[in-house]
C-alpha cells in the first residue's frame, strides 16, 4: 500500500477517501449489530464476567479442621457486568459523525484541488493560444520585413 502511494495531493486525498469509506462501513455494521443485539437481549448486553474459585478446609463449629485436611470445600462465584446497547450505540455514531465529518471535509479538499488544477489548465491553454498568435503576428511582420 505505501508503495502504491503516490506523491501528489489529489492522490493522497483519494487514499483518505478510501480509508474513511471504510471506517464509516464498519463502524456502520457495528451499529447495526447492536441494534439487532439490543432487540434480542431487551437493550442488555455482556461487558464482562468474571468467575473466582475458593476452595477451603472443611471445619467444625469450633474452627477446626475436619478429616485433617482430607475434606475441602469449594465455592464459586460468578459475576456478569452488563451495560446498556443503547450506551454503545451512541459511542459508535459519535465516532461515526467523526469519520463523515472528516470524509467531507477531504471531499471539499479534493474538489477544490481539481478546480485549481482545472483553471491552471484553462490559463495554460489560453496563455498557448495567445503565444500563437503573437508568433503569427510576429511571422508576419518578420515576413513584411524581409521583403
Do not use: P
Amino acid at each position: 500500500m505505501i508503495e502504491s502511494m503516490g506523491d501528489s495531493e489529489e492522490e493522497h486525498l483519494i487514499m483518505q477517501l478510501q480509508m474513511f469509506s471504510i471506517r464509516e462501513r464498519r463502524l456502520m455494521q457495528r451499529i447495526k449489530h447492536y441494534r439487532e443485539l439490543e432487540a434480542e437481549n431487551h437493550g442488555l448486553s455482556v461487558k464482562a464476567a468474571s468467575k473466582t474459585k475458593k476452595v477451603e478446609d472443611v471445619t467444625d463449629f469450633d474452627g477446626e479442621n475436619v478429616g485433617t485436611g482430607k475434606y475441602k470445600k469449594v465455592t464459586e462465584t460468578s459475576v456478569t457486568h452488563t451495560e446498556a446497547v443503547m450506551s454503545s450505540i451512541m459511542v459508535l455514531e459519535a465516532e461515526l459523525t467523526k469519520v463523515q465529518r472528516a470524509k467531507t471535509k477531504a471531499i471539499e479538499a479534493l474538489a477544490k484541488i481539481r478546480i485549481e488544477n482545472e483553471k491552471l489548465e484553462q490559463e495554460t491553454a489560453g496563455s498557448d493560444a495567445v503565444d500563437d498568435w503573437i508568433s503569427a503576428v510576429i511571422g508576419e511582420d518578420g515576413a513584411d520585413e524581409q521583403e
